[in-house]
């Protein structure tokens, strides 16, 4: 153990000596792991000033208290209480919870190590963002969108080296938006290296939950809808405020339909089904397809991929505007069709996303997934964008922010020729 320490605190003072030079420019001494080396550079690119302090306008308690009521981890805080909170105290640490913003709003765990980060302002409240505190494990997995480990001198701030914490996302399992960050902080000392694989899976338990609560509500809903779509003629479906199937008739069943953001009664215009009547259930809606509308295609297409926690298209047609959430992998995809307007074959998208030009099956797999909801928009043999479709690419406003996850060699060329 002691042998152990010697080499932990060798390791802490070479990465020191690199985060102190990084600012500068100077040659490091040791380079640090990627995902700190990639939030350095976004702490830099934002100003932040490594001798800062930590402390942050903290939200008014009535603020805090509205903002656990909107967040689906409210809901499941006994089970990451009960999961975590607990080694955390036995460990001389402390769990924290926060928003999508990196606020935090729950903290529990060691007496002691409460008050220490109080002195941190690691509070309810705090805002904790890589752009408000630099590399840290809360902002750092909110920037990337992963789970991350970050160990005293590896936190950009110099206020941050005493401590140690590991945080993971956790991604709403109905529509796979990010609900907020499942950290746990400590001294230095209490350092881990498990401690990253066990913050990760109580946050995978939590999603676990939340997606056995939305399954009992299908349920409910398909014993509303069912007889219902019985009586009717033609295409419809009943689908949950998410877009999740719960029951269908008169065509093949969908796992999900991509609904608009601001959905109301009336007619409305879906990329994968084209136009539609939709009529509100208890806890969800009625979507029946126009047959035979003549109503024209979407003429235009926004791939927005200016923020990274923001990946989206958003489809234009005559009767509006419609906006799909996407994947990386799906993000990455339709960046390599924007910029081949004329076309890719699979063994190409295999090169363009992979290296590989063998990875076929993988790519036919996962654009069959994006035309269930973009079908309208995207033709094949050759892959591509339909015909008459003009298409936008949103670039972020820095080039290393490109999908900055992503190691297609599309997008690598992308990003070094700015």
Same mark, same amino acid.
């Given at each position: 153990m002691r042998l152990a320490a010697q080499e932990s605190d060798r390791a802490a003072r070479l990465v020191h000596r690199a985060r102190?030079?990084?600012?500068?420019?100077?040659?490091m001494p040791l380079a640090p792991r990627a995902d700190i080396a990639a939030s350095w550079n976004r702490a830099l690119r934002s100003g932040?000033?490594?001798?800062?302090?930590?402390?942050?306008?903290?939200?008014?308690?009535?603020?805090?208290?509205?903002?656990?009521?909107?967040?689906?981890?409210?809901?499941?805080?006994?089970?990451?209480? &009960?999961?975590?909170?607990a080694i955390a105290d036995a460990s001389q640490q402390i769990m924290v919870v926060t928003d999508v913003e990196g606020r935090v709003l729950w903290r529990q765990? &060691?007496?002691?190590?409460?008050?220490?980060?109080?002195?941190?302002?690691?509070?309810?409240?705090?805002?904790?963002?890589?752009?408000?505190?630099?590399?840290?494990?809360?902002?750092t997995a909110l920037a990337s969108r992963a789970p991350v480990q970050v160990h005293s001198t590896e936190h950009f701030v110099r206020s941050l080296h005493g401590w140690t914490c590991a945080a993971a996302p956790v991604r709403d399992p109905r529509d796979g938006r990010l609900m907020g960050i499942v950290?746990?902080?400590?001294?230095a000392s209490t350092f881990h290296p498990t401690t990253l694989a066990l913050v990760g899976s109580?946050?995978?338990?939590?999603e676990s939950e939340i997606r056995t609560w939305h399954l009992e509500s299908i349920d409910r809903l398909r014993s509303v809808a069912a007889p219902m779509l019985c009586r009717l003629g033609g295409r419809a479906l009943a689908v949950d405020a998410h877009g999740w199937l719960a029951a269908v008739t008169g065509m093949p069943p969908v796992d999900r339909l991509p609904l608009p953001k601001s959905l109301r009664p009336g007619r409305v215009w879906l990329p994968s089904l084209g136009m539609c009547r939709v009529e509100p259930l208890p806890g969800g809606w009625l979507v029946q397809v126009a047959d035979g509308a003549t109503d024209s295609p979407p003429r235009r297409l926004v791939l927005d991929l200016s923020r990274p926690r923001g990946l989206a298209v958003n489809v234009v047609?005559?009767?509006?505007?419609?906006?799909?959430?996407?994947?990386?992998?799906?993000?990455?995809l339709l960046f390599a069709l924007?910029?081949?307007?004329?076309?890719?074959?699979?063994?190409?998208?295999?090169?363009?996303?992979f290296g590989d030009p063998t990875r076929t099956v993988t790519v036919r797999a996962e654009i069959s997934r994006l035309r269930r909801h973009l079908a309208e928009v995207l033709a094949h043999r050759p892959y591509r964008f339909g015909e008459g479709v003009e298409?936008?690419?949103?670039?972020?406003?820095?080039?290393?922010?490109?999908?900055?996850?992503?190691k297609a060699p599309v997008v690598a060329a992308a990003r070094s020729t700015g």
């Open positions: 102190e030079a990084r600012p500068a420019g100077d040659r932040v000033d490594p001798e800062k302090s930590t402390h942050s306008a903290v939200l008014e308690p009535d603020e805090v208290e509205r903002r656990r009521r909107s967040s689906a981890l409210g809901e499941v805080m006994p089970l990451l209480g &009960n999961a975590l909170a765990g &060691n007496t002691g190590v409460l008050r220490r980060a109080d002195g941190i302002c690691l509070s309810e409240g705090a805002a904790w963002s890589e752009q408000s505190n630099g590399t840290n494990a809360i902002g950290d746990v902080s400590g001294p109580v946050a995978r338990l939590a047609s005559p009767v509006g505007t419609w906006t799909q959430r996407l994947s990386p992998r799906h993000a990455e924007a910029l081949h307007r004329e076309g890719r074959t699979a063994s190409e998208l295999a090169e363009d996303i298409v936008e690419v949103i670039h972020p406003e820095h080039p290393d922010d490109l999908l900055p996850g992503s």
